[in-house]
């Protein structure tokens, strides 16, 4: 088993940043895919970015997202992050982050939920007007 645990949500002013960790205990592995998802009040959840255990990055084309988050991740300590600048109030959500041990070619794999094995409880990222 794998245990996730997020950190670094709470309340930001419009066009400030922020930095979520997430970190990994039990059973993980560097090798491991992981994600940050988003999911607002009433609405599915949603990818913002992945990152292979080599660190090879992919970020949501969403408009909304698009340039503003760059993920990262320290296998020494088991721990990625998800930096994201000038934050709107459409970035209100609870973000989660996601591990998978599996492997696909198909790069749009990570994007889905349903790639991901392990979930952390999410953090909750509000952004003031």
């Known amino acids: 088993q794998v245990q996730l645990l997020e950190s670094g949500g709470g309340l930001v002013q419009a066009g400030e940043s922020l930095r979520l960790s997430c970190t990994a205990s039990?059973?993980?592995?560097?090798?491991?895919?992981m994600g940050w998802f988003r999911q607002a009040p009433g609405t599915e959840r949603r990818f913002v970015a992945a990152i292979s255990g080599g660190g090879r990055a992919r970020y949501s084309a969403a408009g909304s997202m698009k340039g503003r988050f760059t993920i990262s991740r320290d296998n020494a300590k088991n721990t990625v992050y998800l930096q994201a600048n000038s934050v709107t109030p459409l970035d209100t959500a609870v973000y989660y982050c996601?591990?998978?041990?599996?492997?696909?070619?198909?790069?749009?794999?990570?994007?889905?939920?349903?790639?991901?094995?392990?979930w952390g409880q999410g953090t909750q990222v509000t952004v003031a007007s």
């Open positions: 996601a591990a998978t041990p599996k492997r696909s070619d198909y790069a749009g794999y990570y994007y889905n939920a349903v790639a991901y094995d392990y």
């Open positions: 039990g059973s993980t592995s560097s090798s491991y895919h």
